[in-house]
């Protein structure tokens, strides 16, 4: 038996600076990165040119691949690098990438894991595979053809899941030339997708992965140039997330119990660190409580941070089990609805209502998708109706869970984000999704609880709450059947609010623009003060453009059903115009105003609203008196 | 702060072995008595402790594993009172099948291949650990961590389910079983540096000795007992050698080093210019063997 005797470094037997090789190449966690981009843009070849360049190839592998170069003549007489990368039988007879293949290999200053991806539309779920343990993306386009369809695809995907940083290799630069025009162009077009996604860091980088310009060596041939060869800049990007001071999360995966005297919670720490006699909360039941022990194999620690497997003992007897989740700081989410993305991965099209077996974290729970919000067409990045996703399609929906689902926003936590659906018959991994928030129901634990509530408040003023939704274009009528509304149902002895979009922008909704995100949060705001008027209940009249269908539709997730009555107030766009009360519209066409809605914003009318009223048909007065008979009809009132 | 790479890699690694534990029926570690299931067994009693791992080794034995080999297995199994399972094919065994009379293909097929499926499906094993690396070979860089068996064994290669972030799907249909690779992400550099840093005991083939070789098609074969048939002229001798792997010795090729500790060793291999597979014979065949015979069920 030979116990290991690690030799005194100082022994002269031992080679020059081996140990602080191996301290050195220890002391950062290797770079996790991917390659993808467009079918036959070189991604194999790339990766087998960044091993062969960096010296480590052995001589054996280097052998196989002169053989296997030769017996597929994909190598045109020299080396075919990718075959070092296709793995697979099949890859490697029709020179094409099916599956993500890992690669490891180091240089004297950091250690890389890099994921190959392919870049075949039909094996996109294995490309996303790849991205959702990646921390930057190299993206390669052929310098021939330029910015593709996949590019702007792959693009989207990657930053979907969490990277954050990208780099741009436009490859094949032999075959243009080394033109510094043609590559300027290309780069021209990527900023625009890049724009749209904001990466925090990308960098474009002309190479060639069959001749090795700019990979590990700066080429001579373009001097128009001035940035780093790729690997330069993979050894030197920083990408390490933000230390400032995440909340706990310990998704518990074991309850160890060697005997009556103890009990631990298994897991690894996704975010945040513990310390011995830390106070901490247990989700979803919320029991709060202090951590005893912190236990490693080699005796108790003082503390342990993000990224460990750890085992915790605690100071009181609490009811833990696989899938909760030790936490300390903000709370987590703890909710049975919720709003996310979701990337199809099966052949199958998703089944609106059918249940899956959910996956987040240590947890597992049955869901189904209650509603399909809308498709993403990540070529444009528009939202498009739809009724299922098929393979390889992403769109956001509704997610409702049997239980109670603990978890985190995914741009907060890729641990507690992410989440994938399992097909309960046929077991496969069907889906892949992020978390974007909570919706309705959300119980989280940490609420007050009040004992006065929505019912009583409701009854003392004779009424059932309700939202009224007034959506239509700039000048349609809104405000104003609303404005006449309110002025009926107060005479009638009603407890009314009416929240206008022009009027709120003057306080609540002051720091808003009128760009996409900021109508986004501009609806967010008025909807979350509409639940508040509701729950105090009130009868809340809401008139504001709200031009997105999602967002109306988050809106009312907010509430109980038959809670949101959305009107469409219906009145053609040239009517509108024609009316122009505020003068918007002239000035719109002049080009003074820019998004705004119906004439360089879009506007997505409702699908299927409560009502519709268009006031070329209709006066005000007599819209107003139709709602209050349907108010009326439905005891509202 | 953040974790140093062998720190990032152990508590992946603990995080996959849990994760079996908790979601399979009836796990077991495939101990193969090399590095890498030394490795992995370090990592079992971490990642439980202080309770024992909740799972039992396996040994799929062909019987012509180097002595030393079997003398550590035993050893170490009794030290740390794990209950460790030996299977031998037994109609392998009976129609006395070698390296030899039939060659490394079919004795690997029968006595490793066919061995181990006999054992899962005796024992009702649903998921078997093992320590293959995905920076091996070409086919295993393909491979999932959670890496799904039909009914029959089979790997399918063109079915492989996504595999994002740590989420593990493990799900399984009657008489299907998974096999479980939780250093799949390390390199032979971070195991032989896991090793010296851990203290993790190996067996001592892995360190230079003075050893009975005689040289066989290019490559070193120890004579480890007197079951190997020498050819005419073959004369073993005395060299100093060692083993980057270790698995049937007629079938494991040595090479000349005088790395005789750990640092050694690891002096040795970044220097080296062939890769660790190289000294196995059952390899060469041709470039998609391991493949093909992983999809019959090999580990």
Same mark, same amino acid.
């Given at each position: ?48 040119? =960044? ?15 002169? $053989? ?67 921390? =930057? ?5 052929? $310098? ?14 990657? &930053? #979907? =899941? ?61 001097? #128009? ?8 800049? !993979? ?108 990337? #199809? ?18 947890? $597992? ?15 444009? =990045? ?29 741009? &907060? ?7 994938? !659906? ?45 939202? !009224? ?22 005479? !009638? ?145 | 702060?953040? %974790? ?79 209950? %460790? ?66 009914? @029959? ?66 490559? %070193? ?36 080093? @005088?790395?005789? @500790? %750990? ?37």
């Amino acid at each position: 038996m030979s116990r290991p005797d690690p030799r005194d470094p100082r022994d002269p037997g031992v080679p020059d600076g081996l140990e602080r090789f191996l301290r050195e190449q220890d002391a950062r966690p290797a770079l996790r990165f991917l390659t993808c981009g467009s079918v036959d843009d070189g991604k194999s070849t790339l990766i087998g040119r =960044l091993l062969y360049d960096s010296k480590l190839l052995f001589d054996d592998q280097l052998r196989a691949l002169e $053989a296997d170069s030769k017996a597929t003549g994909s190598g045109e007489g020299g080396l075919d690098f990718a075959l070092l990368v296709d793995g697979l039988q099949a890859e490697r007879e029709q020179s094409i990438t099916i599956d993500v293949a890992y690669r490891y290999f180091a240089t004297a200053k950091r250690r890389f894991i890099v994921a190959d991806t392919p870049g075949h539309e039909q094996y996109t779920r294995n490309m996303a595979t790849g991205a959702s343990t990646a921390s =930057l993306a190299v993206l390669l386009v052929d $310098a021939r053809r330029g910015v593709q369809t996949q590019t702007r695809r792959h693009s989207y995907i990657v &930053r #979907w =899941l969490g990277i954050r940083h990208v780099v741009l290799a436009v490859n094949k630069m032999d075959l243009v030339e080394f033109s510094a025009e043609r590559f300027d162009e290309i780069v021209r077009d990527y900023d625009e997708i890049a724009g749209q996604l904001r990466f925090d860091s990308m960098q474009c980088i002309p190479v060639s992965g069959r001749h090795g310009d700019n990979v590990f060596d700066r080429s001579a041939k373009t001097p #128009w140039y001035a940035g780093p060869p790729l690997m330069q800049y !993979l050894e030197e990007i920083d990408v390490a997330p933000d230390p400032a001071h995440q909340p706990l999360r310990l998704p518990v995966q074991w309850v160890s119990r060697p005997n009556q005297d103890f009990r631990g919670f298994c897991g690894r720490i996704a975010s945040g660190a513990v310390r011995r006699g830390d106070s901490v909360a247990v989700f979803p039941s919320g029991r709060a409580t202090k951590v005893a022990r912190v236990v490693t194999a080699a005796g108790d620690a003082e503390s342990a941070a993000s990224g460990q497997s750890v085992t915790l003992t605690l100071e009181d007897e609490i009811d833990i089990s696989r899938g909760d989740v030790i936490a300390a700081g903000e709370a987590p989410i703890v909710a049975d609805q919720l709003a996310a993305h979701i990337l #199809w991965m099966d052949e199958e099209p998703l089944m609106p209502g059918r249940q899956y077996l959910m996956k987040c974290g240590a947890s $597992a729970t049955r869901a189904s998708i209650s509603t399909l919000k809308y498709r993403i067409d990540v070529d444009t =990045l528009f939202h498009e109706a739809a009724k299922t996703l098929a393979l390889n399609e992403i769109g956001v929906v509704t997610l409702s869970t049997e239980k109670p689902v603990v978890c985190d926003p995914y741009e &907060r936590s890729r641990e507690c984000g992410g989440f994938i !659906l399992i097909d309960l018959f046929s077991n496969r991994t069907v889906g892949a999704g992020t978390i974007d928030f909570a919706l309705r129901r959300a119980t989280n634990v940490r609420w007050q609880k009040i004992e006065v509530d929505k019912a009583s408040r409701a009854r003392l003023k004779k009424q059932k709450p309700v939202v !009224l939704w007034f959506t239509g274009l700039s000048g349609a009528g809104k405000s104003t059947i609303a404005d006449a509304l309110e002025r009926q149902l107060t005479g !009638l002895g009603q407890h009314t609010y009416l929240l206008d979009g022009d009027n709120l922008r003057h306080g609540l909704n002051r720091d808003l623009g009128f760009t996409p995100e900021a109508r986004v949060e501009n609806v967010r705001r008025v909807a979350e003060v509409a639940r508040l008027f509701v729950d105090a209940g009130l009868i809340v009249l809401a008139a504001l453009i709200s031009p997105f269908r999602s967002e109306r539709e988050m809106a009312r997730h907010l509430f109980e059903t038959g809670e949101f009555i959305e009107i469409y107030v219906s009145t053609p766009i040239a009517e509108c115009e024609r009316r122009d009360a505020k003068g918007l519209y002239k000035k719109a066409r002049a080009g003074a105003i820019p998004n705004f809605t119906g004439i360089s914003s879009p506007y997505e009318p409702p699908e299927s609203p409560e009502f519709t009223l268009d006031t070329t048909e209709i006066g005000a007065v007599a819209a107003a008196e139709e709602i209050v008979h349907f108010l009326r009809r439905n005891g509202y009132i | 702060m953040q %974790l140093s790479h062998l720190d990032t890699l152990e508590a992946e690694g603990i995080h996959i072995l849990r994760e079996v534990a908790a979601e399979f029926s009836k796990p077991v570690l495939l101990y193969s008595i090399g590095k890498d299931s030394s490795v992995l067994l370090h990592l079992s009693l971490k990642a439980f402790a202080p309770a024992p791992p909740p799972f039992s080794l396996l040994h799929v034995d062909t019987t012509w594993k180097f002595r030393e080999m079997i003398a550590f297995r035993d050893q170490r199994a009794r030290e740390l009172g794990l209950d %460790l399972i030996v299977h031998t094919n037994p109609e392998g065994l009976a129609r006395g099948v070698n390296p030899f009379d039939h060659g490394s293909a079919l004795h690997t097929d029968i006595m490793k291949t066919q061995g181990l499926r006999q054992a899962i499906d005796k024992h009702g094993f649903d998921a078997a650990i093992g320590g293959a690396r995905r920076d091996e070979e070409k086919s295993r860089a393909k491979e999932r961590i959670f890496s799904h068996r039909n009914s @029959t064994h089979r790997w399918e290669p063109k079915s492989q389910r996504p595999e994002l972030w740590s989420l593990y799907n493990t799900r399984l249909a009657a008489h299907e079983s998974m096999r479980i690779f939780p250093l799949s992400n390390w390199t032979e550099l971070d195991v032989w540096h896991y090793i010296l840093r851990e203290s993790i005991p190996v067996v001592p083939l892995y360190f230079a000795a003075r050893r009975p070789v005689v040289e066989r098609d290019g490559t %070193l074969i120890m004579v480890d007992d007197e079951r190997l048939p020498l050819r005419p002229g073959e004369k073993p001798q005395l060299r100093s050698v060692r083993f980057r792997t270790l698995g049937c010795y007629p079938l494991t090729g040595a090479i000349e080093s @005088t790395a005789e @500790t %750990l640092l050694d060793v690891l002096a040795e291999m970044t220097a080296s210019r062939v890769s660790e597979r190289q000294g196995r014979v059952i390899d060469r065949d041709q470039s998609a063997s391991m493949e093909k015979k992983k999809q019959e069920g090999y580990f």
